[in-house]
């Protein structure tokens, strides 16, 4: 596995199924979890098998979630149609679901790694982000870090309210995992952002390299 970028299936986010931890029912909690542990798996996952076994003290030093909240977060995961899990103790094996050759989306080591240790676990922003960052991954062109997107488009794949994009956004910003500047308006009026990731995104299979690219620092500045 790369120590530069993980990996999850596009289908993931096109599907709709991540964007249905929607925090609805009282689950804001649960579904921010959920996200961050997908992610965290992400990173750890097998590029050909999109397997990884982990232990479950090993997902919790990742993520700065408590045992109990993993456990909720690894159900609402199974649920949604994303992840398998096959547990044994304290070691489970998890599997990747919808994914096919060729059809993935790289997620940055370093820079997520870090973020995933602010313990940041509850807010109606802070879940906004968690599902707003996967989609900017899917989003990004494969030659450069930005990704270009209206507020309307985040809207439509993340199904975060279009009142919480913003505040989403500037949770992104402030981890140093996001940077953006508007662009021209579209032709409906529509301002559209660049999106810039922090982190090395290489290219072709995993090699093995180590991470070269620093976390950003907190900037609330457009680039």
Excluded: C
Excluded at 1 to 15: H, I, Q
Excluded at 60 to 65: C, F, N, V
């Amino acid at each position: 596995m790369s120590t530069k970028w993980g990996s999850f299936p596009k289908a993931a986010v096109d599907s709709g199924k991540l964007a249905s931890l929607t925090g609805a029912n009282g689950e804001v909690g649960a579904h921010i979890a959920a996200h961050k542990v997908y992610l965290a798996l992400a990173l750890e996952v097998d590029f050909h098998t999109r397997q990884v076994e982990m232990g479950m003290s090993f997902l919790q030093e990742r993520t700065a979630l408590a045992r109990p909240m993993l456990g909720r977060a690894l159900g609402a995961l199974e649920q949604a149609g994303v992840l398998q899990v096959e547990r044994d103790g304290y070691r489970n094996r998890y599997t990747q679901l919808l994914h096919a050759p060729n059809a993935f989306r790289q997620v940055p080591s370093y820079a997520t790694r870090q973020a995933l240790k602010l313990k940041l676990n509850r807010g109606v922003s802070v879940l906004a982000a968690w599902k707003l960052l996967p989609v900017l991954l899917y989003l990004r062109d494969g030659k450069t870090g930005d990704a270009l997107a209206m507020h309307e488009t985040l809207q439509r794949y993340s199904r975060v309210r279009p009142e919480h994009v913003s505040a989403g956004i500037s949770q992104l910003v402030e981890w140093g995992l996001v940077r953006h500047r508007p662009t021209e308006s579209n032709r409906n009026g529509h301002p559209s952002f660049v999106y810039r990731l922090a982190g090395d995104f290489g290219g072709g299979a995993p090699d093995g390299g180590l991470p070269t690219t620093p976390v950003l620092k907190p900037n609330r500045v457009p680039f």
